[in-house]
């Protein structure tokens, strides 16, 4: 009893300990960067912390005399730890988002459900509207993410603007034809989603969510959307 005693009273002290040193050098780290970051953790690597803002990670020491920008491979594994830690920080709760704000495209029996956010003017957006048009059996949200010009706004606000949101948007994504609607309804909508891209720390479009809170920047290949959605579709 007292040796589980003591053993529980050495992870205490160890946890303090650790919590103590990530404190301390999120403390550093921030006067040194001159701005606030989200975490800062312990690595079981080199000793050094793993430092979360701004949508990015990097590393360094305790006494940061360097900051390591790039990504962390397990030696024994090489399993890509920065990519697992990535996707795990940049995460979202998917009931959260304001699906209302969103084109919302439904086909078969809509059971499968992701939202993205999209640059009208975007080419990998493009890209992976010509696969996304393949889907079926889906529900697919897609927030209106005008980031490139004052252009791809006024596209945005065209589309948010038509009577067949779903049909223009697709139209013009993936058949090029150009929105014909003036955008001049109430389009707070799209400041809206610009500000939630910002909250969410979208830094590229397209960026996909899917009902697990996992974050997909970048136009995946439709088998990866297709596999990422099966495993979602069975019993956890």
Do not use: H
């Not at 160890?14 to 975490?39: N, P, R, W, Y």
């Not at 065209?158 to 003036?182: E, L, Q, R």
């Not at 001049?184 to 830094?203: F, N, P, Y």
């Amino acid at each position: 009893m007292l040796k589980f005693l003591f053993s529980l009273a050495t992870a205490f002290f160890f946890s303090l300990t650790a919590s103590a040193d990530e404190a301390a050098v999120q403390k550093a780290i921030e006067a040194k960067l001159g701005g606030k970051v989200k975490s800062v953790t312990k690595s079981p690597y080199l000793n050094l912390y793993e430092v979360y803002a701004d949508g990015q990670i990097f590393y360094t020491d305790e006494a940061i005399t360097a900051i390591l920008a790039g990504t962390l491979i397990d030696g024994q594994t090489m399993k890509n730890v920065t990519a697992e830690r990535m996707q795990k920080l940049s995460a979202i709760n998917f009931s959260d988002l304001p699906l209302d704000l969103a084109v919302k495209q439904v086909r078969g029996n809509g059971k499968r459900v992701f939202a993205s956010f999209e640059d009208p003017n975007c080419g990998y957006c493009k890209r992976l509207a010509k696969e996304l048009i393949k889907l079926d059996n889906v529900t697919i949200y897609t927030f209106l993410l005008p980031i490139l010009s004052q252009d791809s706004l006024d596209k945005s606000k065209k589309i948010w603007c038509s009577t067949d949101k779903v049909k223009t948007w697709n139209d013009w994504m993936v058949n090029g034809k150009a929105p014909a609607a003036k955008g001049d309804c109430d389009t707070t909508a799209i400041t809206k989603v610009i500000e939630l891209g910002q909250r969410l720390a979208i830094s590229g479009t397209p960026t996909l969510f899917f009902t697990d809170g996992t974050r997909v920047p970048g136009a995946v290949p439709l088998a990866q959307i297709e596999r990422k959605l099966e495993q979602l579709e069975k019993p956890q």
